[in-house]
C-alpha cells in the first residue's frame, strides 16, 4: 500500500514568486492536513481538508490556501514568498475525521526554501 | 489553547540501554489522544505510540512504552534496549477527541542520539 506522496521533495523559489505543493493521500484516506515545519516555530498546523471542502485553518495569513480534488489529492499554494515561508511542508492523511482512533500517516515533506 | 511541552532538547543514551523522553501538555479537555512520532533524518515522520485519555493503562508497542500520568499532565516515552535506528527527532503531540478537529498540537521535540 502506497504511503502519502508529496511533490515536488526540494524546490527554490525567490521572493513575490508563488509555488504549489501537492500531496497524494494513502488510498482510501480522505482527510488531508498540512503542517509547516521551521526551526524557530516548529510544527505548526495549516489547514485540513475532507471531502473537498476545509474542515479547519491554523493561524496562517491569507497568502497559504489549499483545495482538495475528488479523488482526495490535495495542493496548498503559498502566493507572495517571503523568506520566513521557507520551511517543510509536511501534509498527512488519514482515513476519517470524526473518528478518536483517527491516526495521521505523514508524507516526506517539500522542502521549499525562498531566496 | 493546547500548548504541549517538551523540556528536552537534546538526550542522548547508550545502544542497548533505557532513555526516558518528557512531555507534559495543558489542556481543559477531558477527551483527547496523545501521541509520539518520531523523525528520523529522512524527515518523515512516523507514528511511535499513541494514547487514549480515557484509558489507564499505559500504551506499549514493542520496546516503547509511555507513562501516561493525567492528573499531571504528562505523558512520556519510556525507550528500551534502544538501537541505532532509533536517534531521531521525537515529538510528543496533543489532539482534541471533543471538538472533531483533526490537528495535531506539537511540541518542540527531542532531538535522540544513539551512542554506540
Known amino acids: 500500500k502506497a504511503g502519502v506522496t508529496q511533490t515536488p521533495r526540494y524546490l527554490i523559489k525567490t521572493r513575490g514568486q508563488q509555488v504549489t505543493l501537492s500531496c497524494s493521500p494513502i488510498?482510501?484516506?480522505?482527510?488531508v492536513s498540512w503542517y509547516q515545519q521551521t526551526p524557530g516555530q516548529g510544527l505548526q498546523f495549516l489547514f485540513e481538508y475532507f471531502s473537498e471542502t476545509q474542515r479547519n485553518k491554523g493561524n496562517f495569513p491569507g497568502r497559504f490556501s489549499g483545495r482538495q480534488f475528488s479523488n482526495s489529492r490535495s495542493e496548498m499554494n503559498v502566493s507572495t514568498l517571503e523568506l520566513g515561508d521557507s520551511a517543510l511542508y509536511l501534509c498527512?492523511?488519514?482515513?476519517?475525521?470524526?473518528?478518536?482512533?483517527?491516526?495521521?500517516?505523514f508524507g516526506a515533506g517539500s522542502r521549499l526554501t525562498v531566496l | 489553547a493546547q500548548t504541549v511541552t517538551q523540556s528536552q532538547p537534546e538526550m542522548s543514551v547508550q545502544e542497548a540501554e533505557t532513555v526516558t523522553l518528557s512531555c507534559t501538555y495543558d489542556t481543559s479537555e477531558s477527551d483527547y489522544y496523545l501521541f509520539w512520532y518520531k523523525q528520523p533524518p529522512s524527515r518523515q515522520m512516523i507514528l511511535v505510540i499513541r494514547?487514549?485519555?480515557?484509558?489507564?493503562q499505559n500504551a506499549t508497542e514493542n520496546r516503547f512504552s509511555v507513562n501516561f500520568q493525567k492528573a499531571a499532565k504528562s505523558f512520556s516515552l519510556k525507550i528500551s534496549d534502544s538501537q541505532l535506528g532509533d536517534a531521531a527527532m521525537y515529538f510528543c503531540a496533543y489532539r482534541s477527541g471533543e471538538t472533531g478537529a483533526n490537528n495535531l498540537f506539537f511540541g518542540t521535540g527531542t532531538r535522540l542520539t544513539v551512542i554506540p
Open positions: 488510498s482510501g484516506h480522505r482527510s
Open positions: 498527512a492523511s488519514s482515513l476519517a475525521v470524526d473518528s478518536g482512533a483517527n491516526v495521521l500517516t
Open positions: 494514547q487514549e485519555a480515557y484509558k489507564q
